[in-house]
């Protein structure tokens, strides 16, 4: 937005009105983090304590499909996926196109029958005894 006639250029506070739900008509600060004007908290770097770190990740936080935990897991089964697919390759199972795209976090490819071999020992998959899996 424009302030002073025009002359300066800046950002707008992104505040919302709770009663009238338009939005803050201020300039933001231009130290604020999060954008918004002195009324709205353009000065607050955060919450301190521990206490209050957890109550704001629990406000933000709605289903958790984000959180670095989750994003963890799906890079793990991606790489497990990956992993299988290279070892089909390397062991000549298959011919098919490789799956295009974006390889998962951590993702180490596969090119010898003794990589194949290390991702099989690393990877065991059955499931542990009393796991109530299927067994072969
Ligand atoms: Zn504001």
């Known amino acids: 937005m424009l302030t002073a006639g025009a002359r300066i250029?800046?950002?707008?506070?992104?505040a919302k009105s709770k009663r009238s739900g338009e939005q803050c008509k201020k300039p933001?600060?231009?130290?604020?983090?999060?954008?918004?004007c002195d009324f709205h908290g353009g000065r607050s770097n955060g919450p301190k304590t521990q206490a209050g770190k957890d109550r704001q990740r629990a406000a933000v936080?709605?289903?958790?499909?984000?959180?670095?935990?989750a994003a963890e897991d799906r890079a793990r089964s991606t790489r497990l996926l990956c992993g299988l697919e290279d070892a089909m390759y390397v062991?000549?199972?298959?011919?098919m196109p490789r799956s295009r795209?974006?390889?998962?976090?951590?993702?180490v490819p596969l090119?010898?029958?003794?990589?194949?071999?290390?991702?099989a020992l690393d990877n065991p998959l059955h499931l542990p005894e009393g796991a109530g899996g299927h067994q072969e």
């Open 61 to 69: 936080t709605k289903t958790g499909a984000y959180t670095k935990q």
């Open 101 to 107: 795209g974006r390889k998962p976090l951590g993702y």
């Open 9 to 14: 250029v800046c950002l707008r506070c992104t």
């Open 111 to 119: 090119k010898t029958v003794e990589d194949v071999v290390k991702f």
């Open 91 to 95: 062991l000549k199972m298959t011919t």
């Open 28 to 36: 933001a600060l231009k130290t604020s983090r999060t954008q918004k």
